[in-house]
């Protein structure tokens, strides 16, 4: 949404993160754990429905994941894109890691079939966001953010050129998408975190290099070191085809993925410092 006191913090953090090392140069720790930034915030009990999403003459389903109990209007809200022929469920611990730092997150499950319209699937991620705001009690009214993987990455990256409100984007592997995410990303003005795998032989991290590129500061590029496409989602279906493999454990990648986007939605949203890079990551910065 617009840009709060706490958001405008945020940005400026983002900004002066840069200068822990030389603008877009390497900053790497080897001493930290890979899962040092998921324990960076205590986790809270989730809830996990489904839901329809019902706005615009628009109607689909989406996996609804949020902190249990009622704290009205606290959270920040998070809509999650799926990748290509993806089911939400294969993001369920993603989504559950999120929620359980304190936000509301939202992963419509439309645009699911071979043929997927791009432009429609990121204006869901932000239907999807409108929809939490006004049917969820604990949802926040000015705080919200775009994620996704590999074709949903693209889309949250079209979503936030599209709607300047939204706050915040990480994505996963983001792929170029019709219409093109690269374009996108130049007319983009808030934070965006780009992770990628090293060995990602399905969207080629130079795929994703040339979106950040083309983003203006700030943004964080990480790449996961042995990290592959396949390695984000939580099993791999049509026994296996179309998927690719790397050096690392899908459960060792998956941990460093959650604490990442855990770690840059606390520092969006909650002022978190800049955590430590865990080992297994490379991280660039502008």
């Known amino acids: 949404m617009k840009r709060t006191l706490a958001g405008i913090v ?16 390497p900053v790497a720790a080897a001493t930290a754990a890979p899962t040092a930034l998921v324990a960076a915030a205590a986790a809270l009990p989730v809830t996990t429905t489904t839901v329809t999403v019902k706005i615009d003459g628009r109607s689909f389903s989406a996996r609804l994941v949020q902190p249990s109990g ?56 932000w239907r999807s966001l409108r929809w939490v705001r006004s049917t969820q009690p604990n949802a926040s009214l000015t705080l919200d953010a775009v994620a996704g993987h590999s074709m949903g990455g693209g889309a949250a990256v079209v979503a936030a050129d599209r709607y300047p409100d939204i706050d915040s984007i990480a994505t996963l592997a983001a792929a170029q998408t019709t219409p093109s995410a690269t374009a996108a990303a130049a007319g983009i003005a808030v934070g965006a975190l780009f992770v990628v795998g090293s060995a990602d032989t399905v969207v080629a991290p130079a795929t994703t290099r040339g979106i950040y590129n083309a983003k203006p500061s700030p943004a964080t590029f990480a790449t996961i070191t042995g990290g592959y496409h396949c390695g984000f989602i939580e099993s791999t279906a049509f026994l296996g085809v179309g998927c690719d493999r790397g050096s690392i454990s899908r459960s060792a990648q998956l941990s460093i993925t959650r604490g990442l986007l855990g770690a840059w939605f606390d520092r969006a949203f909650k002022g978190a410092p800049v955590p430590p890079v865990p080992s297994g990551v490379v991280v660039e910065r502008k």
């Open 10 to 25: 945020a940005a400026l953090a983002v900004a002066l993160g840069s200068t822990l090392g030389p603008s877009a140069a």
């Open 70 to 125: 009622s704290a009205p209007r606290t959270y920040p809200v998070i809509a999650f894109g799926h990748g290509f022929l993806q089911s939400t469920a294969q993001y369920a611990g993603t989504l559950n890691s999120i929620a359980s730092r304190g936000y509301v997150v939202i992963a419509p499950n439309s645009e699911g079939g071979f043929a997927p319209d791009h432009a429609r699937f990121a204006d869901d991620l």
